[in-house]
């Protein structure tokens, strides 16, 4: 799947454009940032309500595709500016968490790539 | 000189702590237990510090004013400050970052205001357990703007910096965090090993030290730098 399309069903406002090239493969949603160190993938999209600039470290660091901002949160410009260094895309979307991650997943969008 | 401490205490002030975390039984106990120097860091709120100061002053006790305050991620930040009045000064403030939420005591607890000696004055109304509307780093700036030092509570516990944002952000500026005693902590941090009291038992006992003069500025740029100067 790729980002645009993971913002069309989202109904999101992407604040920061990544690397459009990764295609997005599975998602996860998580709050706690140990917790999805341990468990991030490749290519992953990642709902979360943090917005930290250790969200965008955690998503570079498993090269992820894409992180999904809930309830129509909004980043901070510097954390914006990392994330676009690193090519993760950032996306903020008026849906609650629960109502993205079920439209994602009824999408073709699974909690593991493949 | 060597000071034994516990930089992390609970007051009945707040909603999950024992009734009897009184400013006399606190520092009767810490005394007992052959401590020098004390933080009193209840969330969100300064509102037994002037009881505990004066408590802890009778005791023959250092007495350093703090408070534990929760960020909008929900990392708690142990906040200290060089003089009752700085964190006085900073709890007047603390209403217009807490939210307008109200206490449940039947389901949160009470939350006890004293006087030194144990007399009870009334109850905080506001709700002291949720998080405050400043992030991570606005708190920190917060904390510094009356002078203040913050250093993230408890980092591998629920509500540590390092269990909430995985990794110590840099952008920060710690010096100085809290651990547990089995903890591996990168060698650059000062490391507090404090209790994290809600109950009289669980105070800490004569068992950690930390390097600084026997007085509030002296504690105060330890924990800022990381080192005694």
């Given at each position: 799947m790729t980002i645009e399309l993971v913002a069309r069903l989202a109904q999101a406002n992407i604040l920061a454009h990544g690397d459009h090239a990764r295609d997005v493969t599975c998602g996860y949603a998580c709050d706690l940032l140990s917790w999805v160190m341990a468990r991030g993938q490749k290519g992953?999209?990642?709902v979360t309500v943090q917005t930290h600039l250790n969200v965008?470290?955690?998503a570079s660091l498993h090269e992820m595709a894409c992180v999904l901002l809930p309830d129509g949160l909004e980043m901070e410009g510097a954390v914006l500016e990392k994330a676009r260094e690193e090519g993760i895309a950032v996306?903020?979307?008026p849906l609650s968490a629960y109502r993205l991650c079920g439209l994602l997943y009824q999408n073709g969008l699974h909690d593991l790539p493949g | 000189m060597k000071l034994a401490y516990d930089l992390h205490l609970h007051s009945c002030l707040s909603p999950c702590a024992s009734e009897?975390?009184?400013?006399?039984?606190?520092?009767?106990m810490a005394r007992l237990n052959g401590l020098d120097l004390i933080a009193l860091t209840d969330h969100n709120t300064g509102g037994n510090l002037k009881a505990f100061d004066q408590a802890a002053r009778e005791h023959g006790l250092l007495f350093l004013p703090g408070m534990e305050l929760c960020t909008a991620e929900e990392v708690h930040l142990l906040a200290y400050f060089p003089s009752l009045e700085a964190a006085l000064e900073a709890d007047a403030r603390l209403p217009h970052l807490r939210g307008s939420m109200k206490n449940r005591p039947d389901y949160f607890g009470q939350q006890t205001l004293v006087d030194h000696?144990?007399?009870?004055?009334?109850?905080?109304e506001a709700f002291l357990l949720g998080a405050l509307a400043t992030s991570l780093e606005e708190t920190v700036s917060w904390i510094t703007s009356f002078h203040g030092v913050a250093v993230p509570a408890h980092i591998h516990r629920s509500y540590g910096l390092v269990q909430v944002l995985g990794f110590i952000p840099q952008s920060a500026g710690f010096r100085a965090v809290e651990?547990?005693?089995k903890d591996q902590i990168d060698e650059n941090y000062l490391v507090l090993h404090s209790s994290d009291a809600h109950e009289l038992g669980l105070i800490a006992q004569k068992e950690h030290l930390i390097s600084a003069e026997k007085n509030l500025d002296s504690i105060i740029s330890t924990l800022q730098y990381g080192i005694t100067v």
């Open positions: 992953m999209a990642w965008i470290a955690v996306l903020s979307s | 009897d975390m009184t400013p006399q039984n606190v520092c009767r000696r144990d007399r009870v004055l009334g109850q905080e651990a547990g005693p």
